[in-house]
């Protein structure tokens, strides 16, 4: 389950909401973004979903933090309206 998904599953007050919507912000705003917060979120979640994979982490997590580096998405098709 990503990001989006585990944001949607859980009730709109919870605490584990509001983390998960400010790795959300800082992917979605290069501008404001704090690399360590969505990079330390995606460590989290590449060792729960790849735990006997550590050379996929890895490369994962290359691709991750040259994105954060180098990519400014637009993010806004997940927006709720």
């Given at each position: 389950?990503?990001?989006?998904?585990?944001?949607?599953?859980?009730?709109?007050?919870?605490?584990?909401?509001?983390?998960?919507?400010?790795?959300?912000?800082?992917?979605?705003?290069?501008?404001?973004?704090?690399?360590?917060?969505?990079?330390?979120?995606?460590?989290?979640?590449?060792?729960?979903?790849?735990?006997?994979?550590?050379?996929?982490q890895r490369q994962l997590m290359a691709h991750f933090?040259?994105?954060?580096?180098?990519?400014?998405?637009?993010?806004?098709m997940f927006d709720k309206k």
């Amino acid at each position: 389950m990503g990001l989006i998904e585990q944001m949607d599953a859980l009730p709109e007050d919870s605490n584990e909401g509001l983390e998960l919507l400010r790795v959300y912000r800082m992917i979605d705003d290069m501008a404001n973004r704090k690399a360590n917060i969505p990079e330390s979120w995606m460590v989290n979640y590449l060792q729960k979903n790849y735990p006997k994979n550590p050379d996929i982490q890895r490369q994962l997590m290359a691709h991750f933090t040259y994105a954060m580096t180098y990519v400014d998405p637009d993010l806004s098709m997940f927006d709720k309206k």
